[in-house]
């Protein structure tokens, strides 16, 4: 069975520190990777897809460990606006998306 | 920025009723999906769709769904006899060639609550 495992949180998380997401995966072979963002009652929306070399965009930073079939995602000075639900998704080598449970994220003032 | 459309935003529809959800995906994709979403729980997919056939579908996907691209532009997921637990957030999704092909890209969702 093709999972994908998020630690469901909450993380309250004061404005302006770092914060850390983990998520696991079933299947090594793998071959797409993709961290979304959904905000309460909305459509998921791509924050960033992720890359076996680790990837950054801005505040944001993504790590592939295909050894350990695990994906990070890394926020750090974390804003109000960051406060929502991070969506660990796989692509398991078919046309459809796996996503986990979501992990919410709370920046408190 | 191009995006998918999808209408209604809401529907209320009684329990065996036929309720027709519409999509309007990014005009060059290719590829197109249905994902629900119940309440608190997770995204999942529930069919994909590519050259006027289905290429995957869920076992959700039971024979009460069909879905169709009648024109150069919507495609509709349909439920033919709804029932109480249809009841969800529907995703459609594109995704097309270019630089990002791999990223499937979301509408907005319909709200669909079965009575």
């Known amino acids: 069975r093709k999972e994908v495992e998020q630690d469901p949180g909450p993380f309250n998380v004061p404005e302006g520190a770092t914060v850390a997401f983990n998520c696991t995966y079933s299947n090594s072979a793998s071959q797409s990777f993709f961290w979304y963002r959904q905000d309460c009652r909305k459509e998921p929306k791509l924050l960033m897809s992720v890359y076996s070399s680790g990837n950054e965009d801005g505040r944001f930073t993504a790590q592939l460990n295909r050894a350990s079939q695990y994906i990070s995602l890394l926020i750090r000075d974390s804003k109000l606006s960051d406060s929502a639900t991070y969506l660990c998704?796989?692509?398991?080598?078919?046309?459809?998306?796996?996503f986990g449970t979501g992990t919410r994220l709370t920046i408190i003032p | 920025e191009p995006e998918v459309t999808q209408t209604p935003s809401h529907q209320v529809t009684q329990m065996g009723q036929e309720v027709i959800l519409r999509c309007v995906p990014i005009s060059n994709h290719l590829y197109f999906y249905w994902y629900r979403q119940i309440l608190g729980q997770k995204v999942e997919f529930l069919v994909s769709f590519y050259n006027n056939e289905i290429s995957e579908k869920s076992e959700i996907f039971d024979d009460q769904f069909s879905v169709e691209r009648p024109d150069g532009s919507n495609f509709t997921l349909k439920i033919r006899s709804t029932k109480l637990e249809d009841s969800a957030m529907y995703f459609c999704?594109?995704?097309?060639?270019?630089?990002?092909?791999?990223?499937?890209?979301f509408g907005p969702g319909t709200r669909l609550l079965v009575l």
């Open positions: 999704a594109s995704r097309g060639p270019g630089p990002n092909q791999e990223t499937q890209y």
């Open positions: 998704v796989v692509n398991f080598g078919n046309e459809k998306l796996t």
